[in-house]
């Protein structure tokens, strides 16, 4: 850690290097997210809390969607510095296309900023199976994708 921050670059920022960006996007649901199975487990007494707990988090982002709320997606530009913020626990390729779309800077990402659509797979992973984009661990499915990528290219557009 001592050598990283004595190896750092300072470089002096102006008005022009600051720059603050927002897409919104709505995020296709999975098919697994019916309002009328899930409220059976949460009414179901006999469930264990852990159904319950699952019920509760697809519903709520079942119904969060459907009411037309958006995700904001937004970066900020720091100079040759740009820091991507998106939903989800995104698969690394995200990363990965997000360097691509923008050789010329430093593109990092964070995601996590909206958690409610768990783990946001890549459409090809979809169709693969998996922890990751089962019903259980995601509330998005194959289309989420290009939504995003599409995200990223406005956030990351010169």
Known sequence: MQAAWEATVRSPLSNNDLEWRVVPVTLPLGDHLQ????EAVLSDKQATARDH??????LAWLQ????GRTIDCSSLRLG?????????ELFVEYQLAAQQM???????MAAYGEYGAGYIGTDFAYGQGGYE???RATRTKAGVE???MNAMQQLLEK
């Open 35 to 38: 309002a009328d199975e899930l």
């Open 53 to 58: 707990l699952s019920a509760a988090k697809h």
């Open 64 to 67: 969060r969607t459907k009411a």
């Open 80 to 88: 040759d510095v740009i820091i991507v913020h998106m939903p989800g």
């Open 102 to 108: 923008r050789p010329d800077a430093f593109v990092c």
């Open 133 to 135: 984009t089962s019903d």
């Open 146 to 148: 290009p939504v995003l």
